[in-house]
């Protein structure tokens, strides 16, 4: 120990003494290629610095160096010399600085000459502590889960490393980097690791400190509230637009967060048309982009909002569309009413031929037998005024029965037509009425005294009211001021069902009048329209 005393007295009064007058306005012309480096160090330690540049290091055949030291207090440059029995000496690329104290902090110079009369200048800033300082920690990028680290120093050394976990030694670890367990649950750490490194026999130390921080990257990740990626943003152009994008960072907004927009993936700094402000406020930073008039561009051009933290990018992006004319939604809507209206009264105007339609096809399929003998029995008034009585005996003798039996197929009760002499005419009627699947009551102006059409009348009516059994079909022949001279019980049935109102010379099968009565009479009798087809009837309009 105290030869290494004296050792190192005599290397310090043997120091660097000044070789040249070499002044800062020197005539020698170098270029200074790369930035300055700094070196931190601790007091009492060795330090190995090979020249910053890789080139320079390693390419040392043929080329020369010179290093130097800047002193600030005379603005001098102090040469260093290349005995090795100096406590500061180089040795081509390699400057050594041995048993550091805080006189040796300062600017190094590496003057390269790869060529004859060209040559490079490298400056390299070295600092000294006289203890641990934070500054000394090497940087190192926030990990979520790192399984290893290495030395920062003794790069191109051969060495023995000693590592320490925040200033506790860590034993049976010599490597050059360290193996870590169990990361991923720490925060932050300092590791310190020790380099020893022998020059000329003798053995030095050199210190280097990492701090290694663990990030939960599940927890931090920043949050799109505004706007929701690849939405669409209806606009115009020529009006004014703004932009809202909200990220949501955390509790605070770290120093390296920024919220950005961007067009067609290039930053929108100082354009003309666009302004862009920033604000952040309880772990939400916002940033507004005012388009003040939007314009064909921008709506070809894709826009993305860019959030940045401390470890990458993160993006949402969105589409501007023109606004839609109304004039084709108006058009569109006015059309679709209009068909509407259209189908409306084609639905209207047919739904009774539809009906009738079906109603044959389902009575040939599910055909049953009730035993009546006729599909309608009609009442009708007789010894009427004779210009009435006329329009009666030729509605019921010609339209009724042309129509209904002859195009239709209907079997019709029709008495003077359907009776036999000599029969019991109330007896007859009965028997008639209970036969029949419907009752057509011609409605007259005026009324008849009639005792059998007064019977007939009354039966059918009691049959329809009371019993409930048959339907009645009402047809009015002419026009009526009101039906007061009609029997209560018709009247009560003219309240429930309006009648049909037949007009003189609606003759055709297929006029409304006629597909109406058809409408409220049966499915034609099955044994009737058997023997009209048998006999070769063909349905067509007559002319009474």
Known sequence: M????????????TESVLISSYQLNS???????????????LAGESLYLPCPNDDCHIETEDTSYEWFKYIERTEQVEQIGTEESERIHYHLSELYILWLTLNDTGCYITRWWYEEDKCDEYITDVVVYEEFNRDLLDYTPEEEKPSKIYCPVCEYQQATFIWYKNFSLIPNQSAEYLLLRNSSKESKVIYSCVCTWEHNGIKHNRSGFRELIIRDMSSSSPRFQLPINNSIVITDVGTELILQCSVFFGRTVCDECSVQWE?????????????????????IM?????????????????Y????????????????????????PVILACVCTFLLVLVLSGIVKWFALDLVLF???????????????LYDAYVIYQRNLEEKTDK??????????????????????????????PGE???DLTESKIQLSRRLIIILTPETSTTSSAAYDLELGLHKSLVQGETGVILIQLGKMQDYTHLPLGLQHLLCKNSPLLWRDGETSPNSRFWKRVRYRMPVASSHWRSSLRNISVECQPLTV
């Open 286 to 302: 916002e940033s507004f982009l005012t388009i003040t008039k939007v314009s064909e561009l921008d709506l070809r051009s894709e």
């Open 358 to 372: 079906l109603r044959e096809i389902i009575a040939k399929l599910n055909r049953t037998e009730d035993g009546k």
């Open 424 to 426: 019991d005419c109330m």
């Open 263 to 283: 067009r067609n993936n290039t930053r929108i700094d100082a354009v003309n048309g666009y302004k862009q402000e920033t604000r952040k406020q309880d772990g």
């Open 2 to 13: 105290m030869m290494m005393r004296m050792l190192q007295m005599i290397l310090l009064l």
């Open 27 to 41: 005539t020698v012309k170098c270029g200074k290629p790369d930035k300055k480096k700094t070196v931190r160090v």
């Open 391 to 420: 329009t009666v005996s030729d509605f019921v003798n010609g339209s009724l029965l042309t129509v209904l039996e002859s195009y239709c197929g209907f079997k019709l009760f029709i008495h003077g037509r359907d009776d036999l």
């Open 304 to 327: 993305r909002c860019r959030a940045e933290d401390s470890y990458k990018y993160f993006y949402a992006s969105i589409i501007l569309k023109r606004k839609e004319s109304m004039i």
